[in-house]
């Protein structure tokens, strides 16, 4: 199984990525709830990816990375834009207005829009039958895993489900930009930028939106600062760096498969973390998102190589983040 430059999927950093990715972002649902149960909501996210981005940025410039250039600015908005503002920000504002589930299973739409956008970016050839078929059998599993249970509770909200599936667009249509668009030298300074942009266009929407009109910084609990700390270090510095990792070095229709397998590490969280129910839903979705990894991770379309050989630094950041 090959990776979009010919080398396996599954060597050794690539591998470890993919599994961050699952695994960290999993579990951030949890986090995100915890964290704006008493922080504002678009300004956490805001500070989450400032800090993360100062911290990504500032280790790359320490290790020799190029101080970035006019060219890489708008590109770096763009990416920042899309994912963080445009993907991120609205899931984040989306969980106030309808159930984690719900969210989850929407969120899992971002294979089908990472499939259907790829020939616009030029991010490689059409996805193949056989993919749409995985992505297709993932999205039963997602809803037998979270929509029975959130579904037949009543209504839901629409707006909130609306952002959210265009949240999934954003960061598909960002994801696919983000592999062709100039970007500096050192993966540290290209991720930190990204993330500065990000969190500047999140910060001001936090303010646009009068959002630290009613914060009481007394009312701030622990459990929502170890939230935002967890969602600092490692849903960003480390998972992020992952998957712009994985952007480089993986078909983009198998970097979206952790759309399916974060429901999967959410339920069990709560599971294991806040009690809630574990069912049979969770085994039989478990097998029908397992044929659907199977079936997108084994495929082989022909596929453009997209990029060269990536810069080595990219893999040592990768390295140094997953283990």
């Not at 599993?141 to 952002?163: E, T």
């Not at 990204?194 to 936090?206: C, D, E, P, R």
């Not at 990792?245 to 759309?259: D, F, H, K, M, Q």
Request: glycine residues 12%.
């Amino acid at each position: 199984m090959t990776t979009l430059d010919g080398r396996n999927l599954f060597s050794g950093v690539t591998l470890a990525a993919l599994l961050a990715v699952y695994l960290i972002w999993g579990s951030t649902y949890l986090a995100i709830l915890f964290a704006i149960e008493s922080l504002p909501t678009f300004s956490m996210a805001g500070g989450r990816y400032l800090l993360a981005g100062a911290a990504l940025y500032l280790w790359g410039r320490s290790r020799g990375g190029a101080r970035p250039e006019r060219r890489h600015l708008l590109p770096a908005i763009t990416i920042g834009g899309l994912l963080l503002l445009g993907g991120n920000g609205l899931v984040v504002w989306a969980e106030h207005r309808i159930p984690s589930g719900i969210a989850a299973l929407l969120i899992a739409t971002e294979p089908l829009w990472i499939a259907l956008l790829i020939p616009l970016f030029g991010a490689g050839k059409r996805a193949s039958f056989r993919t749409f078929t995985g992505i297709a059998v993932g999205l039963v599993g997602v809803f037998v895993l979270v929509g029975g249970r959130s579904l037949g509770s009543g209504a839901v909200d629409a707006l909130g489900a609306a952002a959210v599936i265009l949240a999934s667009g954003f960061w598909a249509a960002g994801s696919l930009y983000s592999i062709r668009a100039a970007s500096p030298g050192s993966p540290w300074v290209a991720s930190g930028l990204q993330m500065l942009a990000g969190g500047a266009l999140l910060s001001i929407t936090g303010l646009a939106t009068g959002e630290w009109a009613t914060f009481e910084p007394a009312n701030v609990t622990t459990r929502s600062l170890l939230a935002f700390a967890y969602l600092v270090i490692f849903g960003s510095i480390i998972a992020f760096t992952a998957y712009s990792y994985l952007l480089r070095n993986a078909r983009p229709t198998v970097v979206s498969t952790y759309a399916f397998v974060n429901p999967i590490v959410a339920v069990l969280l709560g599971w294991a973390v806040v009690d809630e129910p574990l069912t049979w839903r969770v085994g039989v979705a478990g097998l029908f998102i397992l044929a659907a990894l199977v079936a997108i991770l084994r495929d082989e379309p022909e596929v453009e190589k997209v990029i060269a050989d990536p810069d080595p630094a990219t893999a040592e950041a990768a390295r140094s983040c997953v283990g």
